[in-house]
């Protein structure tokens, strides 16, 4: 089997599928259902989410998003961020390295504008994905953002 993952895009065509991935249960406290990220991603200004579908074949395999200059701190704009919101690779297609490519692919298009840091936050604990993020090249900032660690990987 080749390992050819690609993006696309939520559509009316797809967004069942979309809706449909699921993680393994013991992972579920650690990401949001997908049906809850596009609902945020409908909230939030356009061009601040970035909501892709991870497509292997015709299989979808998970959904990420991505978030593009936010005013991180809400103060006015002091410090503005981007990086990796969502990450949901379904429960039957982990282990297989769509996780790494969704994030090489998010860093991809960040560097594509200009951006020189990628950010994500995560959950601590035994079922967390801080060692996922870890072994990427990601390091912990230090900070807390609503009670999860911040990790950035440099994308210079």
């Not at 259902?33 to 061009?47: D, F, I, N, T």
């Not at 497509?55 to 981007?82: C, H, P, Q, Y």
């Amino acid at each position: 089997m080749t390992f050819a993952p690609r993006l696309e895009e939520i559509t009316p065509g797809n967004f069942e599928t979309a809706t449909g991935i699921r993680v393994r249960p013991d992972q579920e406290f650690a990401v949001s259902p997908v049906m809850q990220s596009l609902a945020e991603a409908y909230v939030h200004p356009a061009g601040v989410a970035w909501p892709r579908l991870i497509v292997d074949g015709d299989r979808t395999v998970g959904f990420l998003m991505a978030f593009l200059d936010i005013d991180w701190n809400a103060d006015g704009g002091k410090v503005v961020r981007s990086g990796l919101w969502r990450l949901n690779i379904a429960a039957d297609a982990q282990g297989r390295g769509y996780g790494r490519f969704a994030v090489e692919s998010v860093a991809a298009e960040l560097r594509r504008r200009g951006t020189k840091e990628l950010y994500v936050t995560w959950h601590e604990g035994a079922e967390g994905p801080a060692e996922f993020y870890l072994k990427l090249g990601f390091r912990r900032t230090g900070e807390l953002s609503e009670g999860e660690t911040v990790g950035v990987l440099d994308l210079a």
